[in-house]
C-alpha cells in the first residue's frame, strides 16, 4: 500500500560524506512529517532529523549543523545530506513518514528498511 525505500548508505572515513535518500510511493495523498532515525550498535533507535511538508526542520543535537535534511516542494522524497561525518554516526538508517493519508482514507505511519552507514576512524 505504502512503501519506502531508502539509498545512499555506505563506508565512509571520518569527516567523509554521505547523502541518503528515501522515496515513499504507492496510494499515497499526503505525507505530514518525514525523518530520519538510527540504531547504532546496542542502542535505541534515535531520531536525527525531522523535516514537515511546510519546511520546518528539527535535529538531533548531535549532528545540529553536521546534517541537512531536505524535502523537495515538501513531496514524497527526503534527503539527509551528512558531512563531517564522526565513528559515533555509525548505524542503520531508517526513513519515517508520518500521518499518510492514503486514497482509502487511511492514516497512518511508514518505516523503510534501513540503510547501513559506517565510519570508520
Known amino acids: 500500500q505504502v512503501q519506502l525505500v531508502e539509498s545512499g548508505g555506505g563506508l565512509v572515513q571520518a569527516g567523509g560524506s554521505l547523502r541518503l535518500s528515501c522515496a515513499a510511493s504507492?496510494?499515497?495523498?499526503?505525507?505530514?512529517?518525514m525523518g530520519w532515525y538510527r540504531q547504532g550498535p546496542g542502542n535505541q533507535r534515535e531520531l536525527v532529523a525531522a523535516i514537515t511538508d511546510g519546511g520546518s526542520t528539527i535535529y538531533a543535537d548531535s549532528v545540529q549543523g553536521r546534517f541537512t535534511i531536505s524535502r523537495p516542494n515538501g513531496k514524497n522524497t527526503v534527503y539527509l545530506q551528512m558531512n563531517s561525518l564522526k565513528p559515533e554516526d555509525t548505524g542503520v538508517y531508517y526513513c519515517k513518514a508520518e500521518s499518510v493519508k492514503t486514497v482509502w482514507g487511511t492514516r497512518g505511519d511508514y518505516w523503510g528498511q534501513g540503510t547501513q552507514v559506517t565510519v570508520s576512524s
Open positions: 504507492g496510494s499515497i495523498v499526503s505525507i505530514d512529517d
